[in-house]
């Protein structure tokens, strides 16, 4: 049989982290992967889960039995509540169905295997909706729902000259996509390009949606990233869930705590499905079929990372410090956009760097090109994806002035 198992390139992403390893560059940056760095360029356990670790190893009741296959429900429930507002309206409606996932990767596999399985756009049609895609995103989402047998699509996003979003071209492709198609949306800290729509953008988008009867679904990996404050960075979702006027057929909400609680390898996550009313018979039967996804694919889901998320999420000092936690992380990543760009001013380097600095999140479009990040690479031992998205976590006092020194190099060529 190995003769029909073609070869495949390594992950982009990882393939990056393998190279990087492998650098003998003294002074090498890994400004690839999306992981928070702290200012000595080391990965950073949050205070706020340091002190759930601890409580956890210290209570009388911890041990490493299996979590129900639908996950902890202390997590779930409050993790809904994280994300869409202690007052949402959805959750005291009852048309809130939440399953626990593995991480935000984990929570779209769940949300492609359900559309897969069940949605279809019209009445007697048996194909499945296709899955819009920001032009660019994150390069795993294509891959995520086409695994799944689903098709997908691009929405123009980013104007890549003006580092604007291509409302009219998003606007124009909702409207002329097939009714009951699902557009996939960053809900905040949109991956690669660092650029959420405003408020008014958003209204105009979901109202698109809403008007041509599309399916939104919400993936959330950078809530707390953009502002510092959770609920500032759920504005969209919210906005989107909680406001009569849209009629959306249902609203899927991909939840990711790998970034926000630092907890990346312990691949905690949720997956919301946000009915349009209040049905008892449904959500229970949403339930029970996304069971028996995780049933058949996992078994159940991870524990340790959901029993510490589920300590922050009810414990009020700790969840207070996991909030000082996110600014810290955020302000951060902040300074350092802006000692980049004083920097690559102080240097003079070509061309216009100010996009940078109003960029959200944890990365940067910086706008190099592929063949330029081949250089930074190899002259410099500085790494960043080859669409030229750098993430800014990476930076910090001791090889900010390198890094611009790189860019500058490889700009100048
Ligand atoms: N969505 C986006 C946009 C992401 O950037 C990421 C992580 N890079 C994820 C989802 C999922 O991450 P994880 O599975 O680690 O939670």
């Excluded at 660092?194 to 958003?202: L, S």
């Excluded at 009867?213 to 969209?236: K, M």
Aim: proline fraction near 6%; include cysteine; aromatic fraction near 8%.
């Amino acid at each position: 049989y190995s003769s029909n198992i073609p070869q495949l390139p390594p992950d982009p992403l990882f393939g990056i982290k393998a190279r990087f390893a492998l650098d003998t560059h003294p002074n090498k940056v890994d400004l690839g992967v999306g992981a928070y760095r702290d200012e000595n360029g080391k990965p950073w356990i949050l205070p706020s889960v340091r002190l759930a670790e601890n409580l956890l190893q210290h209570s009388a009741d911890f041990n490493h039995e299996y979590l129900p296959i639908t996950g902890l429900k202390s997590l779930t429930e409050e993790a809904a509540k994280v994300i869409l507002g202690d007052e949402s309206r959805a959750i005291k409606e009852k048309r809130v169905v939440s399953i626990q996932s593995l991480s935000g990767t984990g929570s779209l596999h769940l949300a492609a295997k359900l559309i897969a399985l069940f949605f279809k756009p019209a009445d007697g049609t048996t194909e499945s909706p296709v899955i819009y895609i920001s032009d660019p995103s994150w390069a795993n989402h294509i891959q995520v729902f086409e695994t799944c047998g689903l098709k997908t699509a691009r929405y123009p996003y980013l104007d890549a000259e003006k580092k604007v979003i291509r409302i009219n071209e998003y606007v124009k492709t909702i409207e002329e996509a097939p009714r009951g198609s699902v557009f996939l949306l960053h809900a905040t800290a949109h991956n690669p390009t660092g650029i959420d729509p405003t408020p008014e953008q958003w209204k105009i988008v979901l109202k698109a949606i809403s008007d041509n009867g599309h399916l939104p679904l919400f993936d959330c990996a950078y809530q707390g990233f953009t502002t510092g404050s959770l609920s500032e960075d759920a504005w969209a979702l919210r906005h989107a869930i909680d406001t009569e006027g849209y009629k959306f057929p249902g609203v899927l909400v991909c939840q990711s705590f790998a970034k926000n609680c630092g907890m990346y390898g312990e691949r905690v996550g949720a997956f919301h499905v946000i009915l349009p009313v209040h049905d008892e018979a449904l959500n229970s039967a949403v339930l029970s079929q996304l069971s028996k996804v995780i049933r058949s694919e996992i078994s159940n889901p991870p524990g340790y990372g959901a029993k510490i998320v589920s300590l922050i999420l009810t414990t009020p000092e700790l969840k207070k410090q996991w909030e000082q936690d996110l600014i810290t992380m955020s302000s951060r990543i902040f300074g350092m956009r802006k000692a980049l760009v004083a920097e690559l001013e102080r240097l003079g380097t070509p061309g216009s760097w100010k996009h940078i600095v109003e960029q959200k999140g944890m990365f940067s479009f910086t706008g190099l090109t592929p063949e330029q990040t081949d250089k930074l690479a190899e002259d410099y031992g500085i790494y960043m994806t080859r669409n030229g998205r750098a993430s800014i976590a990476g930076l910090n006092g001791g090889n900010v002035k390198y890094v611009a020194k790189g860019i500058d190099g490889v700009v100048r060529k």
